[in-house]
């Protein structure tokens, strides 16, 4: 659930953030009457992205076993791929995010209420669909039942509340700083999503190892307990790991975490010292 929560707010932020900036410099620039296209734009998004979690949910029921494991370990892979490059992107940009939207909604403005409609679209589209596909990924990953659901909603809750927060001017946020703390905890979300992915695949026989486990701790932290199921809720832990799986959760996690480690703390630079100088006697 936590691990659901933290995909919700973090995402739906995004989101949350891309439509704030357009509302706001709509109303700031006196062209309210733009307003419908984008919140029209928003609609057909949440639309588009509850579609896209419909067909990911209920579409793979009629297939094999082994088809049904195939498609859910390639779609977990894509879904990591597509954060990842989220958070790098974002944790790059978010300080230019305002300057970059309102420059592409100007363009929109003078080719007409669909071009507002269309940028709407894709800038929260994106995010949605990016979001429909890991929350699958990651309830996949974490089992079934209602806490991934729950734990998602809860998420998009609090970044609405968030957005509208901003919006009002009541709250405001280091968002270079914000996205990469909330990318450190989805670094290490997706790396579970990656390693289940990589299971599934292995048990659909496109890779092989599955039975080559590098521990087994099922004994100490049996999967039906309460421990056993907050380590799986969380952080996306199974007793039983192949080495493929830790292998690829290593190689993921890893460098990730230091990427970001070094955008939080930047090394600073030397201070210039000043040049000595050599006095030659004539």
């Known amino acids: 659930m936590l691990a659901n929560y933290l995909i919700g707010l973090r995402e739906g932020l995004e989101a949350a953030l891309v439509v704030t900036i357009l509302v706001a410099y709509l109303v700031r620039t006196g062209r309210r009457s733009a307003l419908r296209q984008v919140w029209t734009g928003l609609a057909i998004a949440v639309g588009v992205s509850l579609a896209a979690g419909a067909a990911l949910t209920f579409g793979p029921r009629g297939l094999s076993f082994q088809a049904q494991e195939a498609l859910g370990g390639t779609l977990s892979i894509l879904a990591v791929g597509l954060v990842t490059w989220m958070i790098i992107w974002m944790s790059r940009t978010a300080r230019f995010l305002k300057s970059e939207l309102q420059g592409r909604l100007d363009g929109a403005l003078a080719a007409g209420g669909a071009a507002v409609v269309l940028v709407t679209l894709l800038?929260?589209?994106?995010?949605?669909?990016?979001?429909?596909?890991?929350?699958?990924?990651?309830?996949?990953?974490?089992?079934?039942?209602?806490?991934?659901?729950?734990?998602?909603?809860l998420g998009l809750a609090t970044a609405v509340a968030l957005g509208w927060a901003l919006y009002r001017g009541a709250l405001k946020l280091n968002l270079a700083k914000f996205f990469a703390w909330t990318g450190l905890g989805l670094v290490v979300v997706a790396g579970g999503?990656?390693?289940?992915?990589?299971?599934?695949?292995?048990?659909?026989?496109?890779?092989?190892?599955?039975?080559?486990?590098?521990?087994?701790?099922?004994g100490a932290i049996p999967p039906d307990s309460w421990y056993g199921a907050l380590l799986r809720g969380t952080l996306n832990f199974t007793a039983e790991t192949t080495w493929l799986q830790a292998i690829a959760w290593l190689a993921y996690v890893l460098p990730m975490t230091w990427l970001l480690v070094r955008r939080l703390w930047p090394r600073q630079a030397p201070a210039p010292t000043r040049p000595q100088t050599e006095h030659v006697a004539a």
């Open 123 to 153: 800038a929260v589209g994106r995010e949605g669909l990016e979001t429909a596909l890991f929350l699958w990924a990651a309830a996949q990953s974490t089992g079934s039942g209602t806490d991934p659901l729950l734990g998602a909603a």
């Open 193 to 218: 999503v990656l390693a289940y992915g990589v299971h599934d695949l292995q048990e659909a026989g496109v890779l092989p190892g599955i039975g080559s486990l590098a521990f087994d701790v099922s």
